[in-house]
């Protein structure tokens, strides 16, 4: 009855507090390292909105520090290192152990990591660290089945990691899966419909881009409140033929 009053409170500092006199009851338990894991990372997303409004001109974070054996350390920092312990231990115990081949809650596992390595266009400077957030993706997308908002973060993370290595086709083959899907289901469908058109004008896919252009103009009557124009004529020609 406690663990599931912790859970439930809503101040994420709290809950990880009261989750954290907890090590030594639970720690054998998985979940309990996902909610604390997921604790911590909510705490250190509140610490680093605080810390970057805290930024004086140098760009030095000028507020919000602890002290730390004589070093100064960021609270961002030093939540975001509880929570990728926490859910390093809670994949290290989860992986290769799900029943069900869709899991929701490992594949938020897997994607909370990824974030804590996105949240840092330096940290994708690190091959090792492309890498592993590929993985965890790819993960993710592999056991979030047809959850909207899974696949949603998926193809988020996934146009990161293509507008980082510009010639990752893996990247862009799973951006394009993932977005097609969402608009399929009319989920958030402005947004993404967007992302799917700019995807294939970067990738100068005419073929692809024209389908996505039929498919959307078959269920909405401005085709451009769901895509990119391909250029300036384009958009003029159809924007004659709509008021036409």
Sequence with gaps: KIYNDIIAITDPLSRFESLRLLDDQFEAYPLFWYYKGRAALEVAMAYRTEEMLAKGKDGEVCELKLLNYGD???????????AKTALDEFVKRQEGCQIFRTDVLTASAYLDRASLMLSDDKNLD????????????????????TDLEIVQTCAMYYLKLY???????????????????LLNEDFNSELNGRWLSQLYLSNEDVNQYEFLKASISAHHPFIYSLMLPKDAESFKRDLMAYYN
């Design 72 to 82: 100064e350390v960021s609270l961002y920092m030093l939540f975001r290192n509880e």
């Design 126 to 145: 690190d091959p090792k660290n492309v890498e592993q957030v590929r993985k965890d993706v790819n993960n993710a997308k592999k056991l979030g089945g």
């Design 163 to 181: 507008e980082k290595g510009g010639e990752d086709k893996g990247a862009f083959k799973n951006a394009e899966y993932c977005l097609r899907m």
